[in-house]
């Protein structure tokens, strides 16, 4: 599948076929913020390399207390609601990224064989979103650290309740 443009949304998602390559990143925005795409590649291989069979799985849960809703992709973002979502439209993929060929020919959610939700127009109205800052192999368990801009916060798997 070749995609342009941002492609979080694919990435965030897990969708029902694996990620199989990243390719044409001439094409594509770097994957995590203030890096060149290169180095963003090199950002989430690291991360595979720790813990392979969960990079990029998504997983939903819901904080009752402040009625979020987050959603974790392994090894590369976390997104946080600050609403509650169903749990279809968490799983859709975010439309972030464009389609190979020219803009206005055609509408995203036709164009490919798994469920899209539009990026929603107003950035107020949007996800917070945690990139993976770091990761670390441990003994008992894997430790990552996210980012969001200059605040910087340590989730460890078992403060997720997953």
């Known amino acids: 599948m ?9 990435l ?16 594509t925005h770097p994957i995590f913020p203030n890096m060149t795409s290169f180095k963003a590649l090199e950002h989430l291989l690291g991360a595979a390399n720790i813990d392979s069979e969960r990079i990029l799985q998504q997983t939903v849960c819901y904080d009752r207390w402040f009625s979020w809703t987050i959603s974790v992709s392994w090894g590369y ?5 600050d609403h ?11 439309e972030t990224f464009e389609p190979p060929w020219r803009k206005g020919r055609d509408h995203l959610s036709g164009a490919y064989t798994f469920n ?8 107020c109205r949007r996800s917070t ?15 990552k650290k996210w980012d969001h801009q200059d605040q910087v916060s340590e989730i460890l798997p078992e403060q997720l309740h997953l």
């Open 2 to 10: 070749d995609l342009r443009g941002n492609v979080f949304g694919l």
């Open 12 to 27: 965030a998602a897990h969708p029902l076929a694996p990620l199989v390559s990243l390719h044409c990143c001439g094409e």
């Open 77 to 81: 973002a976390v997104e946080v609601f």
């Open 84 to 94: 509650h979502i169903f749990m279809h439209d968490a799983l859709r993929t975010q």
């Open 116 to 123: 899209t939700r539009p990026l929603h127009p107003d950035p």
């Open 129 to 143: 979103i945690f990139f993976l800052d770091t990761a670390a192999a441990a003994a008992a368990s894997s430790r």
